[in-house]
C-alpha cells in the first residue's frame, strides 16, 4: 500500500510538471512572438525560419543566463515551508487561464506577472496573507510593472533619433542592407533575453515542486 501511494505522489507531480510545460508553451505563442515580428512583417526570414531563429536563443539562454530569475521565484515570493504540488498546480492553472484570456482578446499581458500572481494567490489562500514574503523582489517585481513601459518608450525615442540622425545622409537601398542584418541581431537579442527571462520561472516553480 505504501508503495501504491508513493508510486500516485511521483505520477501526481509528473503531472504537474507537464502543467508546468503547458503554460511554457502558451508562455511560447503569447510572449516570444515578439521577438520575431519584425524580422517576419519585413521580410528578412520566413515565418519557420524566424521561429527556429527565436527558439534556438531562447534555449540557449535557460543555460547561458544564470539562475538568478529561477531562485528569485522559488525562494523570494511565498514562504517555501506551505508549498505543495496542489498549490503550485493552481498557480500554473491560474496563470494558464489569464494567458488564454489575454491572448484571445488581444490583451499584451505579461506572462511573468501571471505566474507570480498566480503563485501568490495560491499562496494566499493556502495560509493567509502571512504567505507572501513581502520584501526586496516583490518591490522589484510591482515596481517594473510600471518602470519597464517607459523605459522601454524612453529607449526607443533615443535610438529612433539616433538612427534618423545617423543615417539621414544614407542611400535608402544600403539603409535597407544595414537594417535587414541589425534586425537579426535585435531578434535573438530579443529572444535570448526573453528565455533568459521567462523560461527561468518556470524552472523555478519545477524545483519548489520537486523539493
Known sequence: KHRHQER??????????????IFDFINGFHDSANSIATIVGTRVLSPFAAVV????????????????VAKAIQKGIIR???VTPNLILAGLIGAIV?????????????SSHALIGGYAGAGVAKAGWSAITWGEKWIQTLSFIAISPLVGMLAGF???VA??????KMAPARVDRFF?????????LLSHAHGANDAQKTMGIIVGLLV
Open 158 to 160: 533615443v535610438l529612433m
Open 98 to 110: 489569464w494567458n488564454l484570456i489575454t491572448w484571445f482578446y488581444g490583451i499584451p499581458s505579461s
Open 180 to 188: 535587414r542584418g541589425a534586425q537579426l541581431l535585435s531578434s535573438a
Open 53 to 68: 531563429w527565436a527558439g534556438f536563443f531562447n534555449f540557449t539562454a535557460a543555460f547561458t543566463a544564470g539562475e538568478l
Open 80 to 82: 517555501t515551508d506551505i
Open 8 to 21: 500516485v505522489v511521483v505520477y501526481y507531480v509528473a503531472a504537474i510538471v507537464l502543467v508546468a510545460f
Open 163 to 168: 538612427v534618423y540622425w545617423l543615417f539621414q
